[in-house]
């Protein structure tokens, strides 16, 4: 078992990793710089899931089925949070927040928020190349915290909602 050095950190050993003067090499050549966790993997706490702090999760598949001119967006906001619960204001600056992003893409017609879904919000767009614009950039991107899922729907589905 190799021993702390003076600066608190475990030289590497094995992977092609070598003691070198007292520090490390890592096997890809750069030095050791990952600090004694006290058995805890580096980068991760107690119960944290693999892949430890900022460690983004894969983003999902790309979103399936014909491109349309309209897109919803799941899992942007939380029905039942803090702030779209008390702010009064919540849902008005959310609206104002979409159609600015939604722009980047293209013209958005219109945008609508189902208060009471999953973090539902369609945007609709006057050209299906700027929804499909939209959704592969917008679909995996993290927003307060949470992954946007995006998908095409169709005008039964957007009239219905």
């Known amino acids: 078992m190799p021993t702390m050095n003076a600066a608190g950190y475990y030289p590497t050993m094995g992977l092609g990793g070598a003691v070198i003067g007292g520090g490390s090499i890592l096997s890809n050549g750069l030095p050791n710089t990952l600090p004694n966790l006290h058995g805890h ?12 702090l900022g460690a983004p999760a894969a983003a999902p598949p790309a979103p399936a089925g ?4 309209i897109v919803l967006l799941k899992n942007m906001f939380d029905p039942n949070g803090k702030d779209e619960i008390s702010d009064p204001d919540f849902f008005t600056d959310m609206h104002e927040d979409v159609l600015e992003e939604g722009a ?4 958005v017609a219109e945008a609508k928020i189902i208060r009471h879904s999953a973090g539902h919000v369609y945007l609709r767009f006057t050209q299906t190349e700027a929804a499909a614009r939209a959704a592969a950039s917008l679909h ?3 927003f307060a915290g949470k992954q946007v899922l995006a998908e095409f729907v169709d005008e039964y589905a957007y009239a219905a909602a």
């Open 41 to 52: 993997l580096a980068g991760m706490l107690p119960g944290m899931p693999l892949g430890g």
């Open 66 to 69: 014909p491109a349309t001119q």
């Open 104 to 107: 980047k893409f293209g013209v």
């Open 140 to 142: 995996g991107r993290w």
